[in-house]
T-cell receptor
C-alpha cells in the first residue's frame, strides 16, 4: 500500500485478555518498528526488526509483550493477559534501505488500545 | 544510552508569528541524525525536518528551520509565519548512524511540545 497500515484502529478489551495488533509496512521496507504512546506522553520504543537480522527487543516492557514479523512483510504485536497500564496507542513504523540509517521513518496512524 | 529532552511541555504562538521549540540531547556518539516530527490530533507522525550531525549547515524546509549546535547538543526548531495547521505535538528524535557507530537504528524521542496557534 501507499503507507504503513495498522489494524485495528481502536480496540477495547477486558483486563486479562490477549490482544493482537497488526502492522503492514510500506512495500519494500526492510525495517519495522513498534512504539507505545501513552496519553499525553512521548513515544516509547518497543521492538525493531531489520531484514533477517535478530530483532532488537530491548524496549519490550515485560514478557507479556511479544512481536513477530514474517520476512519483510506483516508484523504482529501480541500483548498477553492485558492490564490497564497497557492502555495506549501502539504505533508501527517502517523504513527502507535506500538511504541508510538517515532515511525517513514512516509511521502508521496507530492502534488505540483501551483495557477496561 | 541516548536521551532527548524537550523542556517546553506547551508553547503558543500568534498566527503569522515565529516560534522556537527547544530540544537537547545527550550522547557520546559523534555521528548521528536528529529529527523533528509533528503529530496532529489524527495521531499520524509526520517528518518535519532532518539534520545530519556531520553537516554544519542548519537544515531548512520552507517555513521550518533548525538551529543545530553540536557542541551544546542542542537542536531547536523554528517555525516562521505560523499557520493554524501547524498546531500539533512536536517531537524531537535522535537516531544513531549505525554505519559508523553500530548499535540500533531505533529512534529515541523526547516527550514532546504541544504547540497552539492562536488566530
Amino acid at each position: 500500500g501507499a503507507g504503513v497500515s495498522q489494524s485495528p484502529s481502536n480496540k477495547v478489551t477486558e483486563k486479562g485478555k490477549d490482544v493482537e495488533l497488526r502492522c503492514d509496512p510500506i512495500s519494500g521496507h526492510t525495517a519495522l518498528y513498534w512504539y507505545r504512546q501513552r496519553l499525553g506522553q512521548g513515544l516509547e520504543f518497543l521492538i525493531y526488526f531489520q531484514g533477517n537480522s535478530a530483532p532488537d527487543k530491548s524496549g519490550l516492557p515485560s514478557d507479556r509483550f511479544s512481536a513477530e514479523r514474517t520476512g519483510e512483510s506483516v508484523s504482529t504485536l501480541t500483548i498477553q493477559r492485558t492490564q490497564q497500564e497497557d492502555s495506549a496507542v501502539y504505533l508501527c513504523a517502517s523504513s527502507g534501505p535506500q538511504e541508510g540509517p538517515g532515511n525517513t521513518i514512516y509511521f502508521g496512524e496507530g492502534s488505540w488500545l483501551t483495557v477496561v | 544510552a541516548q536521551t532527548v529532552t524537550q523542556s517546553q511541555p506547551e508553547m503558543s504562538v500568534q498566527e503569522a508569528e515565529t516560534v522556537t521549540l527547544s530540544c537537547t540531547y545527550d550522547t557520546s556518539e559523534s555521528d548521528y541524525y536528529l529529527f523533528w516530527y509533528k503529530q496532529p490530533p489524527s495521531r499520524q507522525m509526520i517528518l518535519v525536518i532532518r539534520q545530519e550531525a556531520y553537516k554544519q549547515q542548519n537544515a531548512t524546509e520552507n517555513r521550518f528551520s533548525v538551529n543545530f549546535q553540536k557542541a551544546a547538543k542542542s537542536f531547536s526548531l523554528k517555525i516562521s509565519d505560523s499557520q493554524l495547521g501547524d498546531a500539533a505535538m512536536y517531537f524531537c528524535a535522535y537516531r544513531s548512524n549505525t554505519r559508523t557507530q553500530g548499535g540500533s537504528e531505533k529512534l529515541v524521542f523526547g516527550k514532546g511540545t504541544k504547540l497552539t496557534v492562536n488566530p
